[in-house]
């Protein structure tokens, strides 16, 4: 790179989503970005929720300004958690922000408001929604949506243990036997897998199940038992291995069969979730309310509508005794260790984008070409351009 020509400048701003405890870097990611010459600035208290001082990020090398508007104004390339449709109230206010040329990364959910989409577009703003990363061998380290949701799957066990009046594990006492508590795992990805071998290590019997049969393997080597059901399948899977969306005959015939399995469990914890869709409803309110007295449903997917009929995002649903629990960001619960595979995932990704402290498209890599929403003041995504109506030919 020739001395005249300025290196990019990467802004972190705090995040405005209602409880958002995250911040898209830590101190201990900046030295690989220094590295490949490339300048950071963050907002003052962003790493704060997450356990990071901006001591810690001055120590790193990192220019701690005061003002959201001085970020957006200095910065070439914008890092956030949650932006645009992920952030669909507060992360509105930004885009008066934004100028053109201006380069976004992050959780942006541009199939929840692909309105916000077009008007990051007509700011000539590049958009890269990392919800749409391909599942590759070679963007495994840059897979926010596994690293999160291995978090939640966690977080959602240990939730659910302290809600729950009973103990997980059996304890045999001089005071009698006690059995161990019954978990049942809906959806077996990466927040799934988490969750069954969490519940396991505290002692529970587990079943899981998941609409795509290739998974039972998985489910087995972790000690749980893996439910089948007596219908047919048929293809259940994506081309990047995530369970597909079903249409409604096929969850009504799921829901009837798993209703007993349900009704015997004193753990519940559901994880399907379409990205961009509602969420599947595998748990009516019928089922939720025959499950045993003091029992805990936790609902993973409650941002996108929930699992469970009777699920209500950000709140604890009391029914018959039963307590559904609409978790949202679980992640965020964790500010500290969920920042920081964050930040090592989306500075990978920015990594890739960069050569001598520049950005360097390659429109033909299937990660960038899959992420990348708007570019050049356009939409650019196949599927968003779909989504929009967009019938006319990229220029």
């Known amino acids: 790179m020739s001395a005249d020509v300025k290196s990019l400048t990467i802004g972190v701003p705090q995040e405005t989503f209602p409880g958002e405890r995250r911040v898209a870097l830590i101190p201990a990611a900046i030295a690989a970005l220094k590295k490949a010459k490339l300048n950071?600035?963050?907002?003052?208290?962003?790493?704060?929720?997450?356990?990071?001082?901006?001591?810690?990020?001055?120590?790193?090398?990192?220019?701690?300004?005061?003002?959201?508007?001085?970020?957006?104004?200095?910065?070439?390339?914008?890092l956030q958690v949650r932006a645009a449709g992920a952030n669909r109230t507060l992360g509105q206010a930004d885009f008066v922000r934004f100028r053109s040329g201006h380069v976004l990364i992050g959780l942006c959910d541009p199939f929840a408001e692909p309105s916000m989409m077009a008007q990051l577009a007509d700011k000539s703003v590049s958009c890269f929604a990392?919800?749409?990363?391909?599942?590759?061998?070679?963007?495994?380290?840059?897979?926010?949506?596994?690293?999160?949701?291995?978090?939640?799957?966690?977080?959602?066990?240990?939730?659910?243990?302290?809600?729950?009046?009973?103990?997980?594990?059996?304890?045999?006492?001089?005071?009698?036997?006690?059995?161990?508590?019954?978990?049942?795992?809906?959806?077996?990805?990466?927040?799934?897998?988490?969750?069954?071998?969490?519940?396991?290590?505290?002692?529970?019997?587990?079943?899981?199940?998941?609409?795509?049969?290739?998974?039972?393997?998985?489910?087995?080597?972790?000690?749980?038992?893996?439910?089948?059901?007596?219908?047919?399948?048929?293809?259940?899977?994506?081309?990047?291995?995530?369970?597909?969306?079903?249409?409604?005959?096929?969850?009504?015939?799921q829901r009837e069969l798993l209703s007993q399995v349900v009704a015997e469990s004193d753990v519940v914890i559901t994880t399907a979730a379409v990205p961009g869709k509602k969420a599947p409803m595998l748990v009516t309110a019928e089922m939720a309310r025959k499950m045993p007295k003091g029992s805990i449903l936790v609902d993973l997917a409650a941002e996108q509508g929930g699992n469970c009929e009777l699920t209500k995002p950000n709140e604890t649903v009391i029914e018959g005794g039963v307590r559904i629990i609409g978790s949202v960001n679980m992640p965020s619960t964790v500010p500290g260790h969920a920042s920081q595979l964050y930040a090592r995932n989306i500075s990978t990704f920015l990594l890739s984008l960069v050569k001598e402290g520049q950005l360097a498209l390659n429109r033909d890599d299937e990660i960038v070409s899959n992420t990348l929403v708007t570019h050049g003041g356009q939409v650019v995504h196949t599927r968003m351009r779909e989504t929009l109506g967009l019938v006319a030919p990229i220029e």
């Open 40 to 78: 950071v600035i963050i907002e003052a208290g962003a790493g704060i929720e997450a356990g990071f001082a901006d001591a810690d990020y001055s120590a790193a090398g990192v220019q701690v300004v005061q003002s959201r508007d001085e970020i957006f104004a200095t910065a070439d390339v914008i």
């Open 130 to 253: 990392l919800e749409l990363l391909p599942r590759i061998t070679r963007a495994q380290s840059m897979d926010v949506l596994s690293s999160q949701a291995s978090l939640a799957g966690y977080k959602a066990v240990l939730l659910a243990a302290s809600e729950l009046p009973r103990l997980f594990p059996m304890m045999m006492t001089a005071a009698g036997t006690i059995p161990p508590a019954k978990v049942f795992i809906m959806g077996v990805g990466v927040a799934g897998l988490q969750a069954i071998a969490t519940a396991k290590r505290l002692g529970a019997v587990v079943k899981a199940y998941d609409i795509r049969p290739a998974v039972k393997d998985e489910v087995l080597s972790l000690g749980a038992k893996f439910v089948e059901l007596d219908m047919k399948m048929g293809d259940t899977a994506t081309a990047g291995g995530y369970a597909k969306a079903m249409d409604e005959e096929f969850y009504r015939r």
